[in-house]
């Protein structure tokens, strides 16, 4: 996660300032629903700016976002879509979809079209269709949904390596909490952009509970 400025927005390579900044976000679903997680360095450059930083979020109820990328970008966009989920639930008396926060998502990052330094995992439990869901939103907006798992950030190669050997769609809670406590540990041992506590959460019918590390 980059702590860094833009200084050039206009001359900003995207795609390979993303690749420089450093973090580990996990998305995974199991047979009750998601596991949202990551860990709590943020960096500007080579330098450790936090050891504590907050990049795990509650959404609503049913839906939790992860970033990576520049923090102050993502940071405004999770906190525009936590404002329209509420707006959304004073209006309607519902709890809005996982799959309508992850739109919010991509129209908010599609609006400012390379603009947002921002990669984000959007998980939840859709009470509509009974079952966890994914998406991953990128820094151009698309939306793709995935049925198994996503890994974003520069350890998320060491995290993919252990998840993809693993996993499973029926993997029980405790199967699914403790592999991703090994793709974390995995990115944070191998990864240098990667470090510190872990911050995970699970989304179910039963709604969000966090299960380490969630400071929010």
Same mark, same amino acid.
């Given at each position: 996660?980059?702590?860094?400025?833009?200084?050039?927005?206009?001359?900003?390579?995207?795609?390979?300032?993303?690749? $420089?900044? *450093?973090?580990?976000?996990? *998305?995974?679903?199991?047979?009750?629903?998601?596991?949202?997680?990551?860990?709590?360095? =943020?960096?500007? *450059?080579?330098?450790? =700016?936090?050891?504590?930083?907050?990049?795990?979020?509650?959404?609503?109820?049913?839906?939790?976002?992860?970033?990576?990328?520049?923090?102050?970008?993502?940071?405004?966009?999770?906190?525009?879509?936590r404002?329209?989920?509420?707006?959304r639930?004073?209006?309607?008396?519902?709890?809005?979809?996982?799959?309508?926060?992850?739109?919010?998502?991509?129209?908010?990052?599609?609006?400012?079209?390379?603009?947002?330094?921002?990669?984000?995992?959007?998980?939840?439990?859709?009470?509509?269709?009974?079952?966890?869901?994914?998406y *991953?939103?990128?820094?151009?907006?698309?939306?793709?949904?995935?049925?198994?798992?996503?890994?974003?950030?520069?350890?998320?190669?060491?995290?993919?390596?252990?998840?993809?050997?693993?996993?499973?769609?029926?993997?029980?809670?405790?199967?699914?909490?403790?592999?991703? $406590?090994?793709?974390?540990?995995s990115?944070?041992?191998?990864?240098?952009?990667?470090?510190?506590?872990?911050?995970?959460?699970?989304?179910?019918?039963?709604?969000?509970?966090?299960?380490?590390?969630?400071?929010?």
């Amino acid at each position: 996660m980059s702590m860094e400025t833009k200084k050039d927005s206009a001359n900003l390579s995207m795609p390979s300032e993303i690749i $420089k900044t *450093g973090t580990t976000t996990i *998305g995974l679903k199991y047979k009750d629903g998601v596991i949202i997680a990551t860990e709590s360095q =943020a960096t500007a *450059g080579t330098f450790i =700016a936090s050891t504590q930083a907050q990049k795990l979020f509650k959404i609503n109820t049913y839906s939790a976002a992860t970033m990576s990328g520049s923090v102050a970008d993502c940071q405004f966009v999770i906190n525009q879509i936590r404002a329209l989920s509420n707006i959304r639930e004073i209006d309607t008396g519902k709890v809005p979809s996982v799959k309508y926060i992850a739109n919010l998502v991509r129209n908010i990052v599609y609006s400012g079209r390379g603009y947002y330094l921002a990669l984000l995992i959007i998980g939840g439990f859709s009470e509509e269709e009974s079952k966890g869901k994914l998406y *991953g939103i990128d820094f151009v907006g698309t939306l793709f949904e995935e049925d198994s798992f996503l890994s974003y950030g520069s350890g998320s190669p060491y995290a993919l390596g252990v998840i993809e050997a693993e996993w499973k769609p029926e993997l029980t809670e405790k199967q699914a909490i403790d592999l991703v $406590k090994r793709a974390l540990k995995s990115a944070i041992t191998r990864d240098s952009g990667s470090g510190f506590n872990f911050q995970i959460v699970k989304i179910t019918k039963d709604g969000f509970h966090p299960i380490e590390g969630y400071m929010d």
